[in-house]
């Protein structure tokens, strides 16, 4: 049986992930290549219950930085253990919006959790495993969060403070540039620009590895 792929969407609020998502899932579908989606933190009942857990709190109690990166990864391995590793296992591909590179430029970049304690949690937690391919959408944060205001309030997390969006975004862009799994959009661009950038880049990409499928 031939293993199924990861392909992980990864982009500050408001980048344009569920555009991304559907693009890629229109080239899978037009490759007739069987695939579901996944979203993080979530995808699975009891990962579901930690994320609205994390971003709610209960009253006025609200996780600590290592709580939080704690239940990311509780909430990332049960995905991982019930639902995405499990798919690949029967040769189906898994599109994932945000992954693990969530963690490290959120938690890393913009809590400023040491590299130490994030190192030593994802080998703990994830080993060797991670997506053979991230679409990283990079935007500015503040063109991001106009985006994300114009849905309506901004919830807990995307009231942080400017500066945490920075940092984070500039954790993801160490995290992306020269590396040879990753793919990154300018999107910042129009709708249909940011479209057609991540339907060439992905099909590419496709081509050269389909003789591995
Ligand atoms: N988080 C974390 O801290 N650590 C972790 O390990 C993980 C996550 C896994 C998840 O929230 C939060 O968890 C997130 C990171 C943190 N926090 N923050 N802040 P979520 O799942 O609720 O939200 P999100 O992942 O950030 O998704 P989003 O806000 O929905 O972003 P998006 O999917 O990229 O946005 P969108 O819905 O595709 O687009 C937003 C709007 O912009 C929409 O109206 C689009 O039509 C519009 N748009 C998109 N692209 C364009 C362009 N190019 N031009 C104009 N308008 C556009």
Known sequence: MIKGKFIVIEGLEGAGKTNAQQIVMASLQAHNIE???????????????????????????????????LMLYAARTQLVETIIQPALDKGI???GDRHDMSTQAYQGGGRGLSDDLLTSIKTAILGDFE??????LDLDPTIGLERAKGRGELDRIEQQHIDFFHRTRTRYLQLTEHNPKAIVINA???????????????EAWLQENHSML
Request: negative net charge; glycine residues 6%.
């Open 93 to 95: 591909w898994v599109v």
């Open 188 to 202: 910042a661009q129009s709708l249909e620009q940011v479209s057609a950038d991540i339907k060439t880049k992905f």
């Open 35 to 69: 695939f579901i989606t996944t979203r993080e933190p979530g995808g699975t009942p009891i990962a579901e219950a930690l994320r609205n857990l994390w971003k709610e709190g209960i009253g006025d109690e609200h996780t600590t930085d290592k709580a939080e990166l």
């Open 131 to 136: 997506p053979v391919l991230t679409v990283y």
